[in-house]
């Protein structure tokens, strides 16, 4: 069992920054692929990026460039730097982690409770 909490969420204004962090708590030695997804009011919940056991990343096409992807694998923490936000940006944004390497999609088995994104 894992159970993931995240934080870092916020109110900024567009062009500004934020990092998310994701808190991974969990008795099993297994190893986690883990990524972030977000959902804003109305429409389905997406695959941003993602990072497996290897270190390799994965971004949805609308964040390129913008947002990082990184872990602490000692602190059993998932990070989410996210710059030059936009207001489309706005959205829930939620941690998952899976033993299966799912990249972007929605199936993963263990997912946080959110923290909110607001860009004006």
């Known amino acids: 069992d894992v159970q993931l909490v995240e934080s870092g969420g916020g109110s900024v204004a567009a062009g500004e920054s934020l990092t998310l962090s994701c808190a991974a708590y969990?008795?099993?030695?297994?190893?986690?692929?883990m990524a972030w997804f977000r959902q804003a009011p109305g429409k389905e919940r997406e695959g941003v990026a993602a990072i497996d056991n290897a270190g390799s990343a994965t971004y949805t096409y609308a964040v390129q460039g913008r947002f990082t992807i990184s872990k602490d694998s000692a602190k059993n923490t998932l990070y989410l730097q996210m710059n030059n936000l936009k207001v489309e940006d706005t959205a829930m944004y939620y941690c998952?982690?899976?033993?299966?390497?799912?990249?972007?999609?929605?199936?993963?088995?263990?997912w946080g409770q959110g923290t909110q994104v607001t860009v004006s």
């Open positions: 998952a982690a899976d033993a299966v390497n799912l990249q972007l999609a929605r199936g993963y088995n263990y």
């Open positions: 969990t008795s099993s030695s297994a190893r986690h692929h």
